[in-house]
């Protein structure tokens, strides 16, 4: 079992609609949960940080995490063309590497 | 607000050669931690630095060894260079305030080839 596992995608999803990105993880020390967006040839970068079971919002982008099902979910509202790119999962436990999913490839249809 | 600078950023090398790779982080981060990405693989963990000690290590094989300066500079080397190690080798910083694990920032990578 991989240690945070994500569906590879691709995941195509219509401009304005809400895209629902899902990943699981294995370890139930897990502290820190983060979503990474990496567009094509370029670098990750960071999105969301979420740590307490629930919701966090930030504008279009919502982190939901429920650690009892070991659960971590992005959404993003009103899809944009500019959001196509690899999102990517990130996990960890306190002080301790952040290990990351493979990704999952969203494209948004205009 | 500089970001993170890694060098160089594209670099081709043989078989048996080894490498050295550099990164500089955020001004103010202490923590720089090092990732190997590869399409099949995805982002594998190499190591993390902080303040000049290496406090997280993956599972790579000795031949990949790192280390960082007293300013949070850090570097990388790869010797004897297989094949398999062309990769984006990804440099990223944190703050780490020491309350947990910190929000990475990442740099544009060094991508190496290897014939």
């Known amino acids: 079992q991989k240690e945070v596992e994500q569906n590879s995608g691709p995941l195509s999803v219509p401009e304005g609609a809400i895209a629902s990105l899902n990943c699981t993880y294995s370890?139930?020390?897990?502290?820190?949960f983060f979503w990474y967006r990496q567009y094509s040839g370029k670098s990750p970068e960071l999105i969301m940080s979420?740590?307490?079971?629930g919701d966090k919002e930030d504008g279009r982008f919502t982190a939901q995490l429920n650690k009892a099902s070991q659960y971590v979910s992005l959404l993003i509202r009103d899809s944009q063309p500019s959001d196509s790119a690899t999102y990517l999962c990130?996990?960890?436990?306190?002080?301790?590497?952040?290990?990351f999913g493979t990704g999952t490839r969203l494209t948004i249809i205009p | 607000k500089a970001g993170v600078t890694q060098t160089p950023r594209y670099l081709i090398k043989t078989r048996g050669q080894q490498v050295t790779l550099s990164c500089s982080p955020i001004?103010?981060?202490?923590?720089v931690s090092w990732y190997q990405q590869t399409p099949g693989q995805g982002l594998q963990f190499l190591f993390e630095y902080f303040s000049e000690t290496q406090r997280n290590k993956g599972n790579f094989p000795g031949r990949f060894s790192g280390r960082q300066f007293s300013n949070s500079r850090s570097e990388m080397n790869v010797s004897t260079l297989e094949l398999g190690d062309s990769a984006l080798y990804l440099c990223a910083s944190s703050l780490d305030k020491g309350t947990g694990t910190g929000e990475l920032f990442f740099g544009e990578g060094s991508r190496l080839t290897v014939l």
């Open positions: 001004s103010g981060h202490r923590s």
């Open positions: 990130a996990v960890a436990r306190d002080n301790e590497k952040l290990t």
């Open positions: 370890d139930r020390g897990s502290q820190s």
């Open positions: 979420i740590y307490s079971n």
